[in-house]
Every structure is written in C-alpha cells, then in structure tokens.
C-alpha cells in the first residue's frame, strides 16, 4: 500500500507544512537524498506543543509530541516532494529531547516518532537513528527531529 492510502487508511490529519524559523530551507535534495530541516510538534491550528519532558510532561505525553513531530515532518515532505510516494525509506533520523537531567528514556520518547513512520512507509521507514537530551530548544518545544530520506524519482 502507498503511503499516501496509508495516511488515509490510519486516518492521520497532517498539521500546516511549518513556517520557516529562520535563514534554511525545509528540505534539501541531494541526488537521490533528501535532507529535512528539524522540525517541532506543530499542532493543527498552527501553534507548537511546548513542555519540558520530566518535568511538566511524562514519557506518554513525550511520545505524542515525538508523533506530532513525525506529523509535521510529512505536511513538509509531502509539500515539498508533491507526494509521500516519493519516499523510498527513511536512512537516518537525529532526536533532541528536552529534558530534566534526570531523564534517561529519550529513545523511548522518539519511539513516538519511529511507531508513526513505520506505520506510514512500512519497514522502509525505520532508519537508523540517534535519540539525545537537550536542555532547551527553540520557543520550548519538547521534541526536535530531522531526518535523511532515499526518494524516488518524480
């Protein structure tokens, strides 16, 4: 099944493509490499979820921030490749966690993100991936991630 009757089949609603935070551009193609920008948990009306997690979040709610993240990383892919059928597989993911010092389950905060992928392009989108603590990130965001993807041609 494609990933585009994938979103449809789960019933996903993608958040707005996020807006530029700064001076890059939100997807990178490179041969047949395409390189996205960090992106954060961008809800539906277009705000961020913000949290700290160990501290005003817990591990669930971690979770569903890395899942809203992994949302906003297809509106962006899908806005920028015109479909989620370009993607052949995820080759490399990079997560920051903001968290207390005490916090150690990063990994399993970005299963939320990892789960969501899986569930759209199949094994084809686990990847590797690197899952770190930060503690901060922009406007208070919990959960940051970008990711390297093999595509298609158009």
């Not at 490499?33 to 277009?46: E, F, K, Q, R």
């Not at 997690?53 to 490749?81: C, H, P």
């Not at 299963?111 to 590797?128: C, H, K, M, P, Q």
């Amino acid at each position: 099944m494609s990933a585009e009757a994938k979103v449809i089949e789960l019933g996903l609603e993608l958040p707005p493509a996020p807006p530029l935070g700064g001076v890059y551009k939100p997807l990178v193609i490179v041969g047949n490499l395409a390189y996205v920008s960090g992106h954060g948990p961008i809800l539906n009306d277009g705000t961020y979820l913000k949290g700290r997690v160990g501290e005003d979040m817990d591990l669930e709610a971690g979770q569903q921030a890395a899942r809203q993240v992994g949302l906003a990383l297809l509106a962006t892919i899908k806005a920028q490749l015109g479909s989620l059928d370009r993607v052949k597989r995820v080759i490399k993911s990079l997560a920051l966690v903001n968290c207390t010092n005490d916090f150690d389950q990063q990994p399993q905060v970005v299963n939320g993100y990892s789960e969501l992928f899986g569930e759209v392009f199949g094994e084809d989108g686990i990847g590797a991936r690197s899952a770190m603590a930060a503690n901060v990130l922009p406007g208070g965001i919990p959960v940051e991630i970008e990711v390297i993807l093999e595509i298609r041609d158009e």
